[in-house]
């Protein structure tokens, strides 16, 4: 059964970078498929951040791009999340997730989520 | 960017009565449309894929129809467990966009 393990501070404060990672089980993400952040603010919807493939191959948001960097550890099958210059409405719930391919794929598992608090 | 509408934003909804959610387009995306469900505190859901294919595990009272711009979610005989906001997705070309959601309470 796949799994996946979001980690990382629940508090953060503005201006600083935000760092989050996802460790996966029950698949090894060197053997393919794509790795997915999404957030969600509290009481909002979904939005997507980007997409990793295990080859490094990235995939932005363009109303995120200039400030988020998603990486692939395949040594700890996991993936990583920065964003930089937070402000207080970089607070979400922070969703890690495996995608079947880049384009035309689904979205089939998900991270239980965690809460990230941006304070001034 | 491809923007996702969805109707109603809210229904109120009683036991085994039907429900239909719709989910517009602003440009084609074929069937590359996909169906969530987030029960509050939980993570979502995958109900139904490309449109109108069923997903192992999910019950057979919810189903998926539509392409190109206009998409249906549909859940028959309406269940309490079924309280959750819905949520459409797609994958047809990026930025990948999810819709606002559609929130279903039970009377």
């Known amino acids: 059964q796949v799994q996946l393990q979001e980690s990382g501070p629940g508090l953060v404060k503005a201006s600083e970078t935000l760092s989050l990672t996802c460790a996966v089980s029950?698949?090894?993400?060197?053997?393919?498929?794509?790795w997915d952040w999404i957030w969600q603010p509290p009481g909002k919807g979904l939005e997507w951040i980007g997409t990793?493939?295990?080859?490094?191959?990235?995939y932005y948001n363009p109303s995120l791009k200039s400030r988020v960097t998603i990486s692939a550890d395949t040594s700890k099958n996991q993936f990583s999340l920065k964003l930089s210059s937070l402000t207080a409405a970089d607070t979400a719930v922070y969703f890690c997730?495996?995608?079947?391919?880049?384009?035309?794929?689904?979205?089939?598992?998900w991270g239980q989520g965690t809460l990230v608090t941006v304070s001034s | 960017e491809i923007v996702l509408t969805q109707s109603p934003d809210f229904q109120s909804v009683t036991p085994k009565e039907k429900v239909t959610i719709t989910c517009r387009a602003s440009?084609?995306?074929?069937?590359?449309l996909h169906w969530y469900q987030q029960k509050p505190d939980q993570s979502p859901k995958l109900l139904i894929k490309?449109?109108?294919q069923s997903i192992s595990g999910v019950p057979s009272r919810f189903s998926g129809s539509g392409s190109g711009t206009d998409f249906t979610l549909t859940i028959n005989s309406l269940e309490a467990e079924d309280a959750a906001t819905y949520y459409c997705?797609?994958?047809?070309?990026?930025?990948?966009?999810f819709g606002p959601g559609t929130k279903v309470d039970i009377k």
């Open positions: 990793i493939y295990h080859s490094g191959s990235t």
């Open positions: 490309f449109a109108s």
């Open positions: 440009l084609s995306i074929d069937s590359s």
């Open positions: 997730a495996r995608r079947t391919t880049m384009v035309r794929g689904v979205i089939d598992y």
């Open positions: 997705h797609q994958s047809s070309s990026l930025p990948f966009t």
């Open positions: 029950g698949y090894s993400i060197s053997s393919g498929y794509y």
